[in-house]
């Protein structure tokens, strides 16, 4: 083997240890970053559910470094300030990409502000019937308050359950704000006669942001509705 080939391998083996070194470096910061700030896959996992287009851009920006980085080693030996600047290009994207997906997570850590309906509890009594349910929402801004509405729903002549304008009767209605870290969880109990035209109960909870959207609205700030049909 010729001394220039030997040569030639040596320098494409510094190389690829120079690309190695700044990848797992990127790697190894990133994953440094996200322990630190307590982001976990769940936290990701949110951040992709809630945040699509941050993630996405922060996944591109990932591989196009990892492809700038990986350029470097079609370089030839004898143009370091070449493989010197694209390493850098590469860092940047990389250093993007973290940017984006650290954002995206604390965002999903901090909540989303929509609220959940559980624990649905229905007692005929004599006179009147007990409702009782369970909200929950994190990540409620500031300024802004869950609202919770019951209405007393009947069908109309000829109209089936499935129908979405049934009759209605508002029964109760309140108004939850959340604590300092951005949570509402509130249990409702409350008791009211059903006219005797109503044959369900409809369960309405919405964010500021969501009131007035129709149950089954798509969008991040769509309402949380539960129907119980009685008879």
């Known amino acids: 083997m010729s001394t220039s080939t030997a ?16 990848l797992t470096g990127a790697f190894v910061a990133v994953s440094g970053l996200f322990a630190t700030l307590g982001l976990t896959s769940d936290f990701m996992i949110a951040a992709l559910n809630n945040h699509p287009g941050l993630m996405r ?6 591989t196009a470094a990892v492809t700038i980085s990986l350029t470097a080693l079609l370089l ?14 590469g860092v ?9 997906a650290v954002l995206a997570a604390t ?16 007692e005929n009594q004599s006179a009147s019937t007990k409702l009782g349910f369970a909200v929950r929402a994190d990540g409620v801004k500031v300024r802004s308050t869950i609202a ?3 209405h007393a729903v009947g069908l109309k002549e000829g109209q089936s359950k499935d129908t979405a304008t049934p009759r209605k009767e508002l029964m109760y209605q309140s ?6 870290k951005g949570d509402v969880e509130q249990r409702i109990t409350t008791s009211f006669p059903i006219p005797e035209w109503a044959s369900g109960i409809d369960v309405y909870v919405s964010s500021s942001e969501g009131l007035g959207k129709t149950c089954g609205s798509p969008g991040n700030m769509a309402p949380a509705c539960l129907r119980l049909w009685l008879k």
């Open 7 to 22: 040569g030639g391998q040596q320098a494409r083996k510094e190389q690829l240890d120079s690309v190695a070194k700044v």
């Open 57 to 62: 851009a922060a996944g591109a920006c990932a």
């Open 76 to 89: 030839p030996p004898d143009w370091p300030k070449a493989e010197i600047g694209i390493l850098v290009t």
């Open 92 to 100: 940047v994207a990389y250093m993007v990409a973290l940017i984006l």
């Open 107 to 122: 965002w999903a850590a901090g909540g989303n502000g929509r609220p959940t309906i559980s624990e649905i509890k229905v």
């Open 148 to 150: 919770a509405y019951v």
């Open 175 to 180: 108004s939850l704000r959340s604590d300092d």
